[in-house]
């Protein structure tokens, strides 16, 4: 295929993609969460690592929760400083965060009210000399703050919102990842397999029923305790089990493919088959490989979710939506549902977002319409 033809293909699906109202919303979801999730450190309220200021007097408050507080400034781990470093692992807390519900100032000292709960709190006496050089007036001004906690806190007394945005970082790489390693052996597999057929399509269809015939869930609990629970061998973990659907459908396309006349003329020519495979075959493939990436890249979000959900995931305090769900499940038949509901309704958006770009796509790439 030539570079004006593919040039003229992309320009062709787009267009189609362009006028599918759920395609662009899918876009647009998807978008707006790979901005969270790589500038979320820069976005989240709390922009501790992990999001993992826990603050446990105000646990599981309600959306809008507004609260004072009292900072003293603690020594903390050493930080570069560096946008890098800000971006990727966030700021170490270099405060300490006292919930209050009054205070007052008498001659050389503070006086705080610290909040317990809802009606409890309890009198403590800071003199200035031990908290800061600065005078009284310039103490209050820069170290009273209110918070608002606009999807409540968690049992923990972290921030909902922080931990729903640096848990975008986690769906969205499992699902990088996982398509990344699920394309790459499928698109192998299943091309060796539909090329060369007999022996070594029968081989590589055995492995592929076999691998099949194993639940799903069950297969990744096997890989995830020969590799071990942690960020990156969930990931893999998830990826390793999702081959299948792209092996048979990439053995499918090149069956049909290269019975064409452009394959035999190659042939003809003297072309190897490693030419033929990756320069005609699968270019001319490659529509449906994509159709089948975005709702692989669904599957693994939902995978991940529930692996975390169960206890073999993402590990705590890093957050991850489905962690985010077992965390605060019991919170379902109390006053306070929404700690649950948030992430559940993360998650359904963003596989919903892939599911209508993978519809959208199938309808952009499909030849015949």
Do not use: C
Request: proline content about 4%; cysteine-free; hydrophobic content about 50%.
């Amino acid at each position: 295929m030539s570079e004006s033809a593919s040039y003229s293909f992309s320009q062709q699906t787009w267009k189609k993609l362009k006028k599918n109202k759920g395609a662009l919303f899918g876009i647009v979801v998807i978008g707006m969460a790979t901005i969270l999730a790589i500038f979320g450190y820069w976005i989240a309220p709390d922009n501790s690592p992990n999001a993992d200021l826990q603050t446990v007097e105000i646990q599981a408050k309600k959306p809008g929760y507004q609260q004072q507080f009292l900072t003293i400034p603690i020594q903390s781990k050493a930080y570069s400083g560096f946008f890098i470093d800000h971006l990727i692992n966030g700021k170490p807390v270099n405060r300490k965060y006292i919930p209050i519900t009054g205070y007052a100032i008498k001659k050389d000292s503070l006086l705080i009210h610290k909040f317990i709960d809802e009606d409890t709190s309890v009198l403590k006496v800071f003199a200035f000399s031990q908290l800061s050089r600065e005078s009284p007036d310039d103490f209050i001004k820069n170290h009273l703050i209110t918070k608002t906690y606009w999807l409540g806190t968690d049992k923990f007394g972290r921030d909902i919102l922080s931990r729903l945005i640096i848990g975008t970082r986690v769906s969205l790489a499992v699902g990088f990842i996982a398509v990344l390693i699920a394309v790459s052996i499928g698109i192998l597999l299943g091309a060796i397999a539909g090329y060369y057929n007999k022996r070594v399509d029968a081989l590589i269809m055995w492995l592929v029923n076999v691998t099949w015939s194993i639940p799903t869930l069950l297969l990744v609990f096997a890989i995830t305790m020969a590799l071990g629970k942690g960020f990156w061998q969930i990931f893999i973990a998830v990826g390793l089990t999702m081959w299948v659907p792209v092996t048979r459908l990439v053995r499918g396309q090149v069956l049909a493919v290269k019975e064409l006349e452009y394959i035999t003329a190659a042939r003809a020519l003297g072309f190897s088959n490693s030419r033929i495979i990756l320069r005609h075959i699968l270019p001319n493939i490659i529509g449906p490989i994509l159709v089948l990436a975005a709702s692989t890249f669904a599957t693994a979000i939902i995978v991940e979710a529930g692996l975390s959900f169960l206890g073999i995931g993402v590990q705590p305090p890093q957050p991850s939506w489905g962690l985010m769900i077992k965390e605060n499940y019991n919170f379902l038949i109390t006053h306070n549902p929404m700690l649950a509901l948030i992430p559940g309704f993360a998650i359904m958006l963003l596989v919903l977002a892939f599911n209508l770009l993978g519809n959208g796509l199938r309808d952009a790439v499909d030849v015949k319409s």
